[in-house]
Nanobody
């Protein structure tokens, strides 16, 4: 089992920034991929960003150039730096961990609201 806890959500004005954090509990399983997803009201869940065990990153087209995923392997944490936020970024953001056994774990979610 891997337990994930997100933090860092909140209310921000358009053009502002937020940094989300995800803390993973210690586990005997190695996390292969560390990801951020979001679900906006009335929309399907989408993957926002991903970072692999080699450090390779991928981003949804809608956030490229504005969001950056990073990790701290020592602390088993990863982050999502979100800059130049737009109202369409309003959503519940979830961190996700995919282990080497291809087990997927989710955090409880953190609300991000972009509004003036």
């Amino acid at each position: 089992q891997v337990q994930l806890v997100e933090s860092g959500g909140g209310l921000v004005q358009p053009g502002g920034s937020l940094r989300l954090s995800c803390a993973a509990s210690r586990s005997e399983f190695t996390i292969l991929n560390k990801r951020w997803y979001r679900r906006a009201p009335g929309k399907q869940r989408e993957m926002v960003a991903s970072i692999s065990s080699t450090g390779a990153t991928t981003y949804a087209n809608s956030v490229k150039g504005r969001f950056t995923i990073s990790r701290n392997n020592t602390e088993n944490m990863w982050y999502l730096q979100m800059n130049n936020l737009e109202p369409d970024d309003t959503a519940v953001y979830y961190c996700n961990a995919l282990t080497t056994l291809l087990q997927s774990y989710w955090g409880q979610g953190t609300q991000v609201t972009v509004s003036s």
